[in-house]
């Protein structure tokens, strides 16, 4: 599994055009991932980057499958409260070769389970594993 992402706004303030009955928003961003990719400098990053957007209002959170787990899905989409789309991988927006992010019906409900699983840890709570030798 590469990493599925939702992320969830909420309007500064609400419109004229809003209905009542619209789904609640939230000012959140979740991260799930496989532990591929999870090092100390990762793990630093995020803590920055999730102080510099709750000062902003926005929390962040990044939950980790095992291996095991995480096989079982495998995709890179962003979620917000009504669509979904496919993101290319980070080796290519890297590059900068991206041709394009994809309107997608990719089912929320596997991200939203994996989510709630016993098996999903904090990022903060991984070990990182020592490098492999060469």
Do not use: C
């Not at 303030?13 to 990719?37: K, V």
């Not at 995709?75 to 496919?86: G, H, I, T, V, Y």
């Not at 994809?102 to 070990?127: C, H, N, T, Y």
């Amino acid at each position: 599994m590469r990493s599925l992402v939702r992320a969830a706004h909420e309007p500064e303030e609400p419109r004229a055009t809003d209905r009542g009955d619209r789904r609640r928003s939230r000012n959140e961003i979740r991260l799930l991932s496989g532990p591929g990719h999870v090092t100390d400098k990762l793990k630093r990053a995020f803590g920055s980057f999730s102080i510099e957007l709750r000062n902003r209002g926005v929390d962040a959170e990044w939950r980790v499958l095992p291996d095991d787990v995480a096989g079982d899905l495998h995709a890179r989409a962003l979620f917000d409260d009504d669509a979904a789309w496919e993101l290319p991988p980070l080796n290519s927006l890297y590059r900068g070769t991206v041709d394009s992010i994809r309107l997608s019906k990719i089912p929320r409900q596997p991200f939203e389970q994996a989510w709630g699983s016993a098996a999903a840890m904090s990022l903060a709570a991984v070990d990182v594993k020592p490098p492999e030798p060469v």
